[in-house]
DNA sequence: AACGCGCGTGACAAATTCATGACAGTTGCC
DNA sequence: GGCAACTGTCATGAATTTGTCACGCGCGTT
């Protein structure tokens, strides 16, 4: 999927320029023109960075990041701040709320375009995964903890890649097959009934904490996980 | 202790023209003609920024810039570039390599010290991070000091920064090629089981301190700091 | 009711992954 | 120059994890 850049910029005509810059590049842009704009188009296309204006007409820039960065869910999404202003005090004061860096208008494309690259390279590995919950059972990929309603869980590396994947595609079922390119990764040989232990490893653990009937066997096809049996 | 610039140019003239710039306004100024130089030099005196000519003999200011910001160590240091080019290019990538700002030249001491006084300030906060505490343990950046309940702890430069940079992202784990690459700097090539022989040394000193089970081992993953077990 | 599969289980031995202690090369400091 | 503090590597042994089997149970079909 390719990367999403969410420009929030109320003038139209840098907006576009900065669009079609991110789109010559291989990026999918996404816009808005207010704070309230941005939001609701963050909850559609979950944008991997925000390009922030300082100036906008309601909620200010500054205040939006700031409730970005205190904000669990989106706190991981690195934020560009553009302005107007040259005052390093601003700057700093940018930084301070969160932004990951700072660009001072007028700006050319491509000093854009390097400073974007250049965050999401810095955030990369950051951005990837958000703690799943389901029923008080909750996977947090970042601290590579499992809790069941507040106790941890011990899984073992394997096991926890399985919960994680099954629980991030939820209701849909996999055969051991797909699994193992999923969980154990493409191109590695082990039989598939491999599979049926770790799920019975993972579902042991689970049973212990009261999660049962989290992960299913659907005979003949595979398993799900899913909250309802 | 005197602020320290150093200034890596080999053109004498323009070198002696700012460092008695720097002099006058009270700043300790120290130069070096090439790269080569400028690392000894910031061995020995440890600048708190460099004023670095893109065209030097050898290895050129852009690729030594981009090394001291891949190093772990030096990666705080700010930097402003000196070029005779003005190409937009350029400058786009001067700061890609990390540079802080940009000066093309010629230009005037007092433009110069402008500009230096302006990075120093925008990146002070930067260099005087806060201390950070969990449940006793205290870790001070800017006297480069740990405290346990009190008591001082004794550390060695890298243990010092492996406890600060996973204090600073607790409840994260990381795997061995991230703190190599955050704690001892991206393109330094160690091996990964190096970390856990200073993960080990870490906790040695932390234990006899009474503070256990901090730095936690996440099997098939890395490492982790946190307070609960 | 008998049978054939598909799947759950417990047991294992091999393969990984870590913690540790020892060592030698460097660096900075007397 | 010599000493002390640091660092990066290795070898070793212990603790987990992992992939396979073999065995049986149960469901659905005949």
Do not use: C
């Not at 007409?57 to 202003?85: C, H």
């Not at 069941?148 to 994680?164: C, I, S």
């Amino acid at each position: 999927m390719a990367t999403t850049v969410l420009v929030v910029e109320d003038e139209a005509a840098i907006r576009d320029m900065i669009a079609m810059a991110l789109e010559r590049a291989g990026y999918r842009a996404r816009h808005a023109d207010s704070a309230e704009d941005a939001r609701a188009a963050m909850r559609l296309a979950h944008p991997d960075l925000l390009l922030l204006d300082w100036m906008l007409p309601g909620e200010s820039g500054l205040d939006m990041a700031r409730s970005i960065k205190d904000d669990a869910q989106m706190s991981q999404i690195p934020i560009i701040m553009l302005t107007a202003r040259g005052e390093e005090d601003d700057r700093v004061r940018g930084l301070d709320a969160g932004a990951d860096d700072y660009i001072t208008k007028p700006f050319s494309p491509r000093e854009m375009m390097a400073r974007v690259k250049a965050v999401l390279r810095r955030t990369a590995p950051t951005l990837t995964e958000a703690p799943v919950e389901v029923e008080g059972l909750r996977v947090d990929p970042i601290s590579h903890r499992v809790f069941a309603n507040g106790d941890g869980v011990d899984l073992g590396p394997t096991e926890f890649r399985l919960l994680h994947f099954l629980m991030t595609h939820p209701e849909r079922v996999f055969t051991r097959a797909q699994l193992l390119d999923n969980v154990w990764g493409a191109n590695v040989y082990v039989e598939e009934r491999t599979v049926d232990v770790h799920v019975r490893r993972l579902r042991r653990e689970l049973t212990a904490t009261g999660h049962d009937g989290l992960v299913q066997t659907v005979r003949g096809a595979g398993y799900r996980f899913s909250a309802r049996d």
